[in-house]
């Protein structure tokens, strides 16, 4: 099994993921960015992101590349489809085993992991999932072309990717749970212009079909009416849930929904651990919240390896 020493281990590639190892490789430390899947996080599945200041209007896996390409020139790759499999604290530092059964030692670890997608949890969702289930509109939008297809969830991602699908698909519906959908004001008047059936106030209870998506039954959370929707796809976008195994292996102190607590400086519960982007406790899930706490938690680490702080 092969063995290497560096600085800091940064795991995941998210924008905190890939600032921060922009900031640390600036500061001369040996840095490593792993991700067990694509670079980019959640922001690489955006449709667009339209916020981030200086780029007025971009594809979320675009703006990702951009910014991988940024690392790059410091020397730095990230490392796709090499994870890291277990971590654990040992005298002096951090033990990392990677996907590729590398054993990598580390004096100080960054976890930008991230979130992923919440599941509604209903009959139907799992065994359909990738015959008419997704999680991801950029990633399988144009495989509806002409069908009828169903987003659930009303907040930015949801009323996003239903605009989106719209341009695609034969018809669309965005189904919200609560009476009023949770999006930024910005978009309404986009939606209102759209031809997007939106259902407030409607519960997601079943995905019916054999071989794939058929029909979604939904109740009316007013009346108690339930009700057959006949589709071909269904986009789900109901929250984000932290991707916390690593921190709990490192025995990272979490909050009650499982989101690492840190200090201002982006320090974990564990001497030597940090933590930065969604996978923080009370973090705004947006792309420049995440790369200013990348780039906050690479000096600290910085400090840490270098001045024993």
């Not at 919440?118 to 991801?136: A, D, F, H, N, T």
């Not at 009323?159 to 669309?172: D, P, Q, R």
């Not at 909050?255 to 519960?269: C, L, M, N, P």
């Not at 705004?284 to 919240?289: G, I, M, R």
Request: contains cysteine; charged residues 25%.
């Amino acid at each position: 099994m092969a063995e290497s020493s560096i600085n800091l281990a940064i795991i995941g590639s998210g924008p905190a993921g890939i600032t921060a190892g922009i900031y640390a490789a600036r500061k001369n430390l040996s840095v490593r960015v792993f991700e067990s899947a694509a670079l980019g996080g959640q922001t690489s599945l955006a449709i667009f992101v339209e916020n981030y200041p200086g780029t007025k209007r971009i594809r979320g896996s675009e703006l990702m590349d951009q910014w991988a390409e940024h690392l790059k020139e410091f020397g730095v790759e990230v490392e796709e489809a090499n994870g890291i499999k277990s971590v654990k604290k040992i005298n002096g530092g951090f033990e990392l085993v990677t996907d590729e059964k590398e054993t990598v030692n580390a004096k100080a670890v960054l976890v930008v992991t991230g979130t992923e997608n919440k599941k509604l949890g209903i009959p139907g969702e799992k065994e359909l999932y990738g015959k008419g289930i997704s999680y991801c509109a950029n990633c399988d939008g144009p495989v509806y072309k002409g069908k009828k297809v169903a987003v659930i969830g009303g907040g930015n991602s949801g009323v996003t990717n239903g605009l989106f699908i719209e341009e695609i698909a034969a018809e669309t519906m965005l189904i919200e749970f609560m009476p009023e959908l949770n999006c930024d004001e910005v978009y309404l008047p986009k939606l209102e212009k759209s031809k997007i059936r939106v259902l407030k106030n409607t519960q997601a209870l079943e995905v019916k079909g054999e071989e794939r998506v058929q029909a979604l039954k939904v109740k009316d959370r007013a009346t108690g009416k339930e009700s057959e929707i006949a589709v071909d796809g269904i986009f789900i976008y109901v929250g984000l849930e932290p991707r916390n195994r690593l921190a709990k292996e490192l025995g990272c102190k979490l909050d009650k929904w499982g989101f690492i607590e840190t200090s201002v400086e982006q320090a974990s519960s564990v001497k030597g651990v940090f933590a930065a982007g969604d996978i923080v406790s009370g973090t705004l899930a947006q792309t420049v919240w995440a790369a200013a706490s990348g780039a906050r938690a690479a000096l600290a680490a910085y400090d840490f390896i270098k001045q024993g702080k």
